[in-house]
């Protein structure tokens, strides 16, 4: 059985979005290939089309926007969950996004069969942050996307110890090949700088909405915020090292 992951640049087509495949088997998740830079929405949908036996796929990215004006009601659940711990959740809306790529990207995926929040074949909403909160037992969110840039890759090093550890996982364990395994690399990451550091942040994410896929699939517990009417985020609650 097969799933994505996908952080998507939903601001629009010119960023690009990256995109982890992977299978899962019982209480093992194998990552199986990583797409970095892929931009715009068709070469995404073509990307998931080839995937046989795709079951799932866990975006980070607003799906489900109906409102014209400030935060969508899961973006307000969310943040009075992790707002103290600094995960609070960035604002959507139709006055701000018309055309967001990611809400164009859901609704061709609930076309093709992905339904939101389903059982079988589907897709999700999720939210790194909180994810890596939870799966991590953080006490507030990882610092990897802001600051310096020193600080981001201090950051990403350490997201990219977390993942590495997810291999001994008993909740689900993570398998990386070892050609994947260099973007997790601290001397790899050290070396990088301007466009290549955002890249490596992406395929970092990619992986975790990955994981997320993998626990949704498994029926770990977690957090649903919102509604597929109006929007939702699933959130996991476990511990998974």
Known sequence: MKLAGIDLAWYGEKNSSAIAIGSING??????????????????????SSVDDLSGIAIDAPLIIENDFGQRDCEKALSRDY??????????????????????????LDEMGFAHLASDKWQIECYPHTAIIECFGLSERLAYKKGTVANKKSGQIALADLILSLDSSPV???????HLKLLLSATYIDSLKGRALKINEDALDAMICLYIAGLYQMEAP??????ADRGYIWAPKVSCI
């Open 27 to 48: 209480e093992q998740l194998v990552l199986e290939s990583l797409e970095p830079t892929i931009f715009g929405l068709t070469p995404i949908l073509d990307l998931v």
């Open 83 to 108: 707002g103290a711990r600094k995960a609070s959740c960035h604002t959507s809306n139709r006055s701000l996004y018309p055309e967001a790529l990611s809400a164009r990207l859901s609704s061709q």
């Open 172 to 178: 689900l364990a993570m398998k990386i090949p070892e």
């Open 222 to 227: 977690g957090v649903t915020y919102g509604d």
